[in-house]
């Protein structure tokens, strides 16, 4: 009997230490990444400074349907060369349309305010960090025009990273297929007339505050911004960690305004040509 019951005992503490939960990644304290785009936030020129619209020129917050980055680095100070500070993600990349390109077709592509990265925090680096790049690569919003004197919303999905192999895209209800590279400036408009694509030169403003100190490669989008206190990983964090993302797309979407009317009309022989597709700034915040 004694042997019995010991046993069961045994048994029974075996049972229950098997039943206890493991730990495990999900558990892990992890660093949430979210990307938001914001129509108040000041708008900035390339060099990081408040910008306004030039005379000639119109333009208005475009209305964000999705967002997609391609590079996420923590920089220790405004000297901290690109590349050399902490990388938390670097999207897949590919040479199927010759020369490197991201590819478009594994790209996270998210609405305004999901969870963008979820990144183990004891994958991040310990240290102090004051500044933030993050490269976006591809976004998808809806804009107003006019059409014959009436107003109209079409949707764009404009491309700025350095260079996306496309495979095929959707931007809105119809389909564009392209199997090839695009640079930056690559862009699809569909409205009541369907779908055109066509391709923009210098019109994708990055800002940069750190121009000076830490420049960027031309054609790229990386876009930089300033944590309002110093960003710090102990290492010992038991607790996960937010950091929004917040983008400035305060009259993002210009255009020439050869009329003067402040609408974007796109009449053929209107001349109102897009000229800038960018991007207005970047505000980190900690929560």
């Not at 192999?165 to 007339?193: D, H, M, R």
């Amino acid at each position: 009997m004694k042997i019995t019951i010991s046993f069961l005992l045994l048994s029974a503490i075996f049972f229950i230490s098997a039943c206890k939960k493991k730990p495990s990644e999900a558990d892990e304290p992890k660093l949430i990444v979210k990307i938001v785009v914001d129509s108040t936030q000041v708008r900035l020129g390339n060099l990081g400074t408040p910008s306004t619209i030039p005379a000639g020129n119109a333009g208005q917050h475009p209305s964000f349907n999705s967002i997609a980055a391609h590079y996420l680095e923590l920089a220790p100070s405004a000297t901290t060369a690109l590349g050399n500070g902490t990388i938390l993600y670097h999207a897949p990349e590919t040479t199927l349309g010759g020369s490197t390109a991201i590819d478009f077709s594994k790209a996270i592509v998210k609405k305004s305010g999901e969870v963008y990265l979820e990144i183990p925090l004891k994958d991040v680096a310990v240290g102090n960090y004051e500044w933030v790049r993050l490269s976006v690569s591809y976004q998808n919003y809806d804009v107003k025009f006019h059409y014959a004197g009436q107003p109209y919303t079409g949707t764009i999905a404009s491309f700025v990273g350095f260079k996306n192999y496309i495979t095929s895209f959707l931007v809105k209800n119809q389909s564009v297929s392209v199997n090839a590279n695009k640079s930056q400036g690559y862009w699809a408009f569909e409205s009541i007339a369907g779908v055109q694509t066509g391709q923009s030169a210098g019109s994708t403003t990055v800002p940069n505050p750190l121009a000076s100190t830490s420049p960027i490669p031309a054609g790229s989008c990386v876009v930089t911004g300033q944590f309002a206190t110093p960003f710090t990983i102990t290492g010992n964090e038991k607790n996960n960690i937010t950091v929004i993302m917040s983008l400035s797309v305060n009259k993002s979407f210009e255009w020439k305004d050869l009329n003067g009317n402040g609408k974007w009309d796109v009449d053929p022989g209107s001349g109102e040509d897009v000229v800038d597709m960018g991007l207005r700034g970047l505000i980190p915040i900690v929560q």
